[in-house]
């Protein structure tokens, strides 16, 4: 029992440590700075108590950014989450070349996000922007990028088309785990496949649909390489995200406690919301 014991602090002891000197310990110092007014260069700095937390539910900027996010998490939440179960029923039917087409939906995830991003700026551009003037497209014409009131959507379609990879193989997983003697019996019924889904392949995905919602509204709300590569927070501030606002106000405006305040802020919103779906989802799993 003893040698069990020895060999499981030996594997959990060192992970604890790690977890703490790089997560753990800077999280308590970002939260110290935030009680103070340091501009993350200088060595002199002074408390101010909770000056930072008050003065953010006044900034414009920061309530700009916070909106966006919400905005932008929302929309590519959904769309992700449709998108990808409807392709994952696509490739878990009988088809031809599934294997091939399953490493092919996947491949946008193993892609550099910055990569895509930079490559998706040069198709708004330059290539989009061609097709639009030789088609007589208007609205292909011009690089949305540019436009303050749809650059986000640019942003949205490049975040979805990358996001959809990952959810698909979770929903893919999940629909392999579904006895197909459910179908046959179905079949026998006379059910219908709208019936079939709701019935039968929507309930017993349920827990793959949690953990899909959690993920990628998590991730929606941390998007931060996205608008480095394609708009820069840009036109002006219409697309910049909090992470986005936390990064070039803390580590470029010299507002470090200020932003570390933001970061707190942030964190929270982040874990309740996570907390809340999980709860909702997962009392949803239990009805059905």
């Known amino acids: 029992m003893n040698k069990r014991l020895t060999t499981f602090y030996w594997m959990t002891v060192p992970a604890v440590l790690l977890f703490f000197i790089f997560l753990t310990l800077p999280a308590l110092q970002g939260f110290y700075y935030s009680l103070t007014n340091w501009n993350g260069f200088g060595h002199q700095y002074h408390f101010v108590g909770f000056k930072n937390y008050i003065n953010l539910f006044q900034d414009d900027n920061v309530g700009n950014a916070y909106w966006f996010t919400f905005k932008f998490a929302i929309v590519v939440t959904i769309a992700i989450n449709i998108l990808s179960l409807l392709i994952a029923m696509g490739l878990n039917a009988k088809i031809r070349f599934r294997n091939f087409f399953r490493g092919i939906y996947f491949l946008p995830n193993i892609l550099s996000v910055l990569i895509v991003g930079y490559i998706f700026n040069y198709l708004f551009s330059n290539v989009f922007t ?10 292909l014409s011009t690089n949305i990028l540019g436009s303050e009131q749809l650059a986000w959507v640019g942003v949205v379609i490049v975040a979805v088309w990358q996001g959809i990879a990952f ?17 046959e019996a179905s079949n026998l019924d006379g059910a219908g496949k709208w019936r079939e889904f709701w019935s039968i392949t929507f309930p017993l995905i349920a827990p793959f649909f949690t953990i899909n919602m959690v993920l990628a509204m998590k991730n929606s709300l941390m998007v931060f ?28 405006g010299g507002e470090f406690a200020y932003q570390s305040a933001n970061s707190v802020i942030y964190f929270i919103v982040i874990a ?10 997962q009392r949803r799993e239990m009805d059905n």
């Open 167 to 183: 959810n698909t193989i979770l929903y893919l997983a999940g629909l392999q785990t579904i006895p197909t003697s459910l179908y």
């Open 225 to 252: 390489d996205q608008i480095v590569a394609l708009t820069n927070g840009g036109p002006g501030r219409a697309t910049q995200s909090i992470s986005h606002l936390i990064y070039t106000g803390g580590f470029r």
């Open 130 to 139: 061609i097709w639009g003037q030789n088609l007589g497209i208007g609205s």
């Open 272 to 281: 309740i919301i996570s907390i809340l779906q999980l709860r909702f989802l």
